[in-house]
Nanobody, 119 residues
Framework: VQLVESGGGLVQPGGSLRLSCAASGFTFSSYSLSWYRQAPGKERELVAAMSSAGGSTNYADSVKGRFTISRDNAKNTVFLQMNSLKLEDTAVYYC?????????????WGQGTQVTVSS
């Protein structure tokens, strides 16, 4: 099982980035997918999530209207489009895959990708 994030980097305030998370080793379409972030000295927080079928999404209030989560089940990839980036969006961003069933729960995490918003 592997989740590999990419697309992070340095961007100026107001700019955009698109993160990708490529998955392998499990039935991607059965898993709900999420993006989390962790800034230095802070707890890891949920940024955005999408159901396995893709019909339901939710976002942290701090990113609503700016970030969009999407998935491509044919490519086993989840994306996070980040627009109008702010200094406070600086963090390591992680993707997570989760499946919950009767009597079982599996979750997998990527290694993270650094996003730095700075002028």
């Amino acid at each position: 099982v592997q989740l590999v994030e990419s697309g992070g980097g340095l961007v100026q305030p107001g700019g955009s980035l698109r993160l990708s998370c490529a998955a392998s080793g499990f039935t991607f379409s059965s898993y709900s997918l999420s993006w989390y972030r962790q800034a230095p000295g802070k707890e890891r927080e949920l940024v955005a999530a999408m159901s396995s079928a893709g019909g339901s999404t939710n976002y942290a209030d701090s990113v609503k209207g700016r970030f969009t989560i999407s998935r491509d089940n044919a490519k086993n990839t989840v994306f996070l489009q980040m627009n109008s980036l702010k200094l406070e969006d600086t963090a390591v961003y992680y993707c997570k895959a989760l499946v919950v069933g009767r009597g079982y729960e599996y979750d997998y995490w990527g290694q993270g990708t650094q996003v730095t918003v700075s002028s």
